[in-house]
């Protein structure tokens, strides 16, 4: 799979690349019109698990042609929300 310049395998995600770096989440084609992209700020103890999970998400649908301009953006809690209304915001951008 290539994506912007960068050959390899990506995680899918209902059939798009997903990549994290750090507390950052990428996901959608770079060759659409908009991404998703969503940072993690704040992570909390799992009850059961000997580990952290994201908390607080920034979740925002960018343009890919590099313009900056912030198509939609929210703070949601935790990592199921963050792609439940990311990725139909990301549908419904791409659609238009």
């Known amino acids: 799979m290539k994506t912007n310049g ?6 899918e995600y209902k059939g798009k ?9 990428y996901y959608g084609f770079m060759s659409d019109k908009f991404y998703l992209f969503m ?12 580990m952290q999970i994201p908390d607080k998400i920034l979740v925002q649908i960018l343009p890919t042609d590099g313009s ?3 198509e939609k953006q ?14 139909a915001w990301l549908e419904r951008a791409n659609r238009a």
């Open 68 to 70: 900056g301009n912030i």
């Open 17 to 25: 690349p997903l990549v994290r770096e750090g507390n950052e989440i």
């Open 39 to 50: 940072m993690i700020m704040s992570e909390k103890k799992a009850s059961r698990l000997d």
């Open 6 to 11: 960068i050959q390899g395998k990506f995680i």
């Open 74 to 87: 929210k703070m949601v809690s935790g990592l199921y929300e963050a792609f439940d209304l990311g990725t």
